[in-house]
């Protein structure tokens, strides 16, 4: 394991929101919403309207920025998403999920709530120095990767970009014989 399972889940939602982005946008309708919630074993208030779609959405260029910046400026990105938050991080249990860290109440706004526990999983990430595992794409894609496996081996933002790229590296082959 790379980092903590609440570490890996917040990175994993980070990346997401900030690829949802890409065209095409996979994030704008209020029942997508509430999918992202559900699928990123979200907790506490979800109003599931159309102004706090747009809140999340307007989350993500800063996310995007927080994800591919250098460890410096993440620091300063994360420093600044926590004051603004007034984080104050404290330990929490619910549900299945044992011990792990929120630095704001689950009645904040789910905007200000991912904002806040993306940042705290790149604390984990910059104390590290792992940032490595954050890259983007290797298609020609401007999608995001985490890569979380041992050999740091993987290169694409999702399947449809490799095989997307495998395709037309067979194509290539084809061609030139």
């Not at 929101?17 to 907790?43: G, I, K, M, V």
């Not at 706090?52 to 995007?64: F, G, Y």
């Not at 998403?81 to 109440?105: E, F, M, Q, Y």
Request: contains cysteine.
């Amino acid at each position: 394991m790379v980092f903590t399972h609440d570490t890996e889940c917040a990175l994993v939602s980070a990346v997401f929101l900030a690829n949802s982005a890409e065209d095409p946008d996979t994030l704008d309708t209020c029942e997508q919403l509430r999918e992202f919630y559900r699928s990123h074993d979200y907790t506490g208030r979800l109003d599931g309207d159309q102004a706090e779609l747009d809140s999340v959405r307007s989350l993500r260029p800063r996310l995007r920025q927080l994800l591919t910046s250098d460890r410096d400026a993440a620091v300063d990105i994360v420093n600044q998403i926590l004051s603004d938050a007034n984080a104050l991080p404290r330990l929490v249990r619910h549900g299945d999920t044992d011990w792990h860290l929120h630095a704001v109440s689950d009645d904040h706004p789910f905007a200000v709530r991912i904002a806040v526990e993306s940042a705290m999983a790149m604390i984990d990430v910059i104390r590290a120095d792992e940032l490595s595992r954050l890259q983007i794409c290797a298609a020609d894609c401007d999608g995001i990767v985490l890569d979380l496996s041992r050999n740091r081996s993987r290169k694409f933002c999702s399947t449809a970009c490799g095989n997307r790229t495998a395709v037309a590296a067979y194509r290539t082959r084809k061609s030139s014989r």
